[in-house]
């Protein structure tokens, strides 16, 4: 192993412990620019997350008497083997009674029952970190762009706009991913970025950009709820407003629940999670560009459910935040 490699290991694991925030900027730069210290970064992100469950599984009480019994009934076998050498140059081991292949089944199954659903739980949560990890590099992406950009986040202008982010009949929307889209045109993240690891149907290497596009060009290839940016509700980095509630301003999540098929579900409205997860929560990305998992979508500004309007609890696809402090993460991909 090089020297470097190991400044690198050590490197990530203050980062993904939270032990060094001062270096977070420049970890982020090389994650964003460099393939293998990203591929590092992912693989002991996937062993922290293993790392995560060991004491979720508690032995059973007895396991170190049953053990100690196991090991004394073999040594008298071997002894009883032993002896019968003695006498005989030729001589069978005892085979398993019925009694202990029963028991033999029975621990199978018993530890088939106790660690499958961890295994499960490691995936999970390997996934979860995983998009939490590039959920912070997209707000790496969308700080350089306010950058570039006099503050302003990525937005949909208002000449794009028709009034609508969900289609409807006879009538022109706009797909909110489009502000998200120009992160990739101004190269400033990857397309395969939005793509969150826990979500099936990915395309690992993203698509090609091609001249002339404008959004993504599937919902599969973004799977991240941004917040409501269109038009004359361009946020600012710059605004007052903003700067004082930015730990706390949700504009990014695991994809809303709320929305299925370009339709609003109300029957979904009380769920506690994004279905990227199985609704057990969902990775949210605030201003102030800190990423933090949450069992409940009520974790905007002064507890504001980040996918919906304050006060608004049906949705025809025209609504629009009801402040500038209001969180309202748009489905990911509207489709037209």
């Known amino acids: 192993m090089t020297e470097q490699r190991r400044h690198d290991e050590a490197l990530l694991m203050d980062f993904l412990t939270g032990s060094s925030p001062e270096s977070a900027g420049e970890i982020q730069r090389r994650l964003e620019q460099e393939p293998e210290f990203r591929a590092l970064h992912d693989d002991i992100a996937r062993t922290l997350s293993a790392l995560k469950l060991a004491p ?26 032993a002896r ?75 000449s794009q706009v028709q009034g609508r982010w969900l289609p409807a009949e006879g009538q022109q929307s706009v797909s909110n991913s489009t502000g998200l889209f120009k992160l990739i045109i101004a190269g400033y993240a990857p397309s395969e970025l939005f793509q969150c690891p826990a979500v099936g149907g990915q395309s690992p290497s993203g698509f090609a950009l091609q001249a002339g596009m404008a959004d993504f060009p599937a919902a599969k290839f973004v799977n991240y709820s941004y917040q409501h940016n269109l038009g004359a509700n361009e946020l600012s980095i710059n605004n007052p407003a903003l700067q ?26 009380n769920l506690p999670g994004s279905d990227s997860h199985g609704q057990r929560g969902q990775n949210v990305l605030y201003l102030d560009m800190h990423v933090q998992w949450a069992h409940s979508p009520a974790v905007g500004v002064g507890g504001d459910h980040i996918f919906l309007v304050n006060g608004i609890n049906n949705y025809r696809g025209d609504e629009v935040p009801s402040g500038s402090t209001d969180s309202f993460l748009l489905p990911s991909y509207s489709g037209k």
């Open 56 to 81: 979720e599984v508690a032995p059973p009480a007895d396991l170190a008497q049953r053990t100690l019994l196991r090991i004394e009934r073999l040594r008298k076998t071997e002894a009883l083997v």
């Open 244 to 269: 004082a509630v930015a730990k706390d301003m949700a504009i990014l999540a695991d994809e809303t629940p709320l929305f299925v098929g370009g339709r609003f579900r109300p029957d979904r409205i």
């Open 84 to 158: 019968e050498e003695l006498h005989r140059r030729t001589f069978f081991r005892p085979m398993f009674s019925l009694r202990e292949l029963g028991a033999v089944a029975v621990a199978a199954v018993v530890l088939v029952a106790v660690f499958l659903p961890s295994v499960q739980k490691a995936r999970q949560q390997t996934a979860a970190d995983l998009c939490a990890s590039q959920q912070a590099q997209i707000g790496a992406a969308i700080n350089m762009f306010t950058g570039a950009n006099n503050g302003s986040l990525p937005s949909v202008s208002a």
